[in-house]
């Protein structure tokens, strides 16, 4: 993802800026897909696996990246609070 287009980019529910998601999340939101029970905002599931996300600074909030477009709609994100190992922010 281009590194300018990431600083400018922000959370469209919260206003917060949008980072990479670290292998870490991915992997836990992904093993949360294989299992049929990731859901989004819309209470519609996430069917297909992430390769690539952006999350708000709070880890609260993923959006998923198609193909190196982020998309920021928020019906489509993802809360965090459903996935129990999904890490915390690094203190």
């Given at each position: 993802?281009?590194?300018?287009?990431?600083d400018?980019?922000?959370?469209?529910?919260?206003?917060?800026?949008?980072?990479?998601?670290?292998r870490?999340?991915?992997?836990?939101?992904?093993?949360?897909?294989?299992?049929?029970?990731?859901?989004?905002?819309?209470?519609?599931?996430?069917?297909?696996?992430?390769?690539?996300?952006?999350?708000?600074?709070?880890?609260?909030?993923?959006?998923?990246?198609?193909?190196?477009?982020?998309?920021?709609?928020?019906?489509?994100?993802?809360?965090?609070?459903?996935?129990?190992?999904f890490?915390?922010?690094?203190?």
């Amino acid at each position: 993802m281009d590194r300018k287009l990431l600083d400018i980019l922000v959370c469209p529910a919260t206003r917060q800026p949008l980072s990479l998601l670290d292998r870490a999340g991915l992997d836990a939101l992904n093993r949360a897909v294989e299992s049929g029970a990731l859901r989004r905002a819309d209470d519609g599931p996430q069917a297909e696996p992430l390769r690539e996300a952006l999350v708000t600074h709070d880890r609260k909030r993923v959006y998923r990246v198609d193909d190196g477009i982020p998309v920021l709609l928020v019906e489509e994100g993802i809360p965090t609070a459903q996935v129990e190992d999904f890490p915390a922010a690094a203190r």
